[in-house]
């Protein structure tokens, strides 16, 4: 019954309270990159979704099981950002294969997930806290629908936002920032939320 | 090659965050205090300018389809060699730095500047390339964080001066307390990118 209540708040943590984008700051570049249509963020959420939950995996058993057990902790960066990059090539070539159209849609932004630092980040905080494997994959799983969620809001407000009338030297991403400089303000009201 | 020229593209006209808006997560995370921004932007110098200087050296000898997996490689050997030294002699740095300091290994700035300058140009430019490029990086940190901490908080130099509390300008109940938050760092870079498009617009004109 605890281990419940512990994933619930994890859930509830990383997807309002400690959103990865609006509190962590953890993956901004594609966060501002690939917004400015509805669907390609969607696209991107999901690809987050799944890097996230895949690395936070796989992270979390190579540093349990090789890194710990051989005394190579300190080998932690090097090790995780390997197999964050052949995971990123392993989705990269699934959808190539299976969704052509997200593919071509998604672009440069795929192979960039590699440096997205979400997923390095979670890899990092899920040891830094000691989640164990259960933990660690809610935790990177609802992070990327915290993710998802900010960048799809983010989205739909910017498809509006060419319709406004703005200074010239705001053009671009310095209104952006505004943007998601007042949503993180809305996203602070959930950092009260502390139900256990 | 041309020093001069690299200097101004570093600082200003190709500003790596102002211009080419990479590395934004630490800009806004850590721009809180004086003495993060400082050693963010030092830590970022220097892993920036060697890992150029090692790129450009073995630009020969790696095929161009492996690459980017060589640039991350080269790169993690730094961030873990800065991450460690910082925890041994600096260990209250590396604590508010926290987890942004082995996430230099993704800041886009340092893989963006190995694809876009040292794999294509010689040892001694993308020496200088790391060095300037890392300089406009740091100048924008401290800017964000001087602005904020005095803002937000009412003081200067805070976790540097002061034994570490830095110095009051004006009693901080009266400083904007929104700034220090997250708030606060995306709304100072949207003023001081849009600041720089409107100079860069002025001075073509």
Known sequence: MDQIFTLLSITLGAILANNFIFSQFLGICPFLG??????????????????????SAVTSLVHKDSLVKFGLG???????????????????MFLQKSMPSLYTALGVYLPLITTNCAVLGVALLNIQNNYNFIESVVYGVTGGLGFLLAIVLFASIRERLVFADYPKSWEGFPIALVTAGLMALAFMGFSGLKVW | MNIGKQFKEGLLT????????????????????????L?????????????????????????????????????????TMVDLLLQAFVPALSESLGVFIPLIVVNC??????????????????????IFQGIGYTLVLLAMCIIREFLGKGSF?????????????????????????????????????????????????
């Open chain 2, 109 to 130: 700035i340092i893989l963006g500047r190995a694809e876009a300058f040292s794999y294509k140009n010689g040892i001694v430019a993308s020496f200088f390339d790391g």
């Open chain 1, 74 to 92: 300190f080998m932690q960066t090097v090790a995780f950002i390997l197999v964050i990059a052949s995971l990123v090539q392993f989705i990269e």
């Open chain 2, 14 to 37: 190709q500003n790596p965050v102002l211009v080419q808006v990479l590395g934004m997560c630490s800009t806004l995370a850590i721009t809180t205090s004086f003495f993060n921004g």
């Open chain 1, 34 to 55: 690939v917004s400015k249509k509805v669907d390609t963020a969607v696209g991107m959420g999901l690809a987050v979704t799944s890097g996230l939950g895949l690395a």
């Open chain 2, 157 to 205: 130099g805070g976790g540097l001066l002061n034994g570490g509390a830095g110095i009051q300008i004006f009693p901080a109940d009266y400083g904007v307390g929104m700034l220090t938050l997250p708030v606060g760092g995306f709304l100072t870079l949207a003023c001081l990118i849009a600041l720089m498009q409107w100079a860069l617009s002025k001075n073509k004109k």
């Open chain 2, 39 to 79: 050693g963010m932007g030092v830590a970022v110098t220097i892993i920036l300018t060697l890992s150029n200087v090692i790129i450009s050296a073995i630009r020969k000898i790696v095929p161009d389809k492996i690459r980017i997996a060589m640039f991350i490689v080269v790169i993690a050997g730094f961030v």
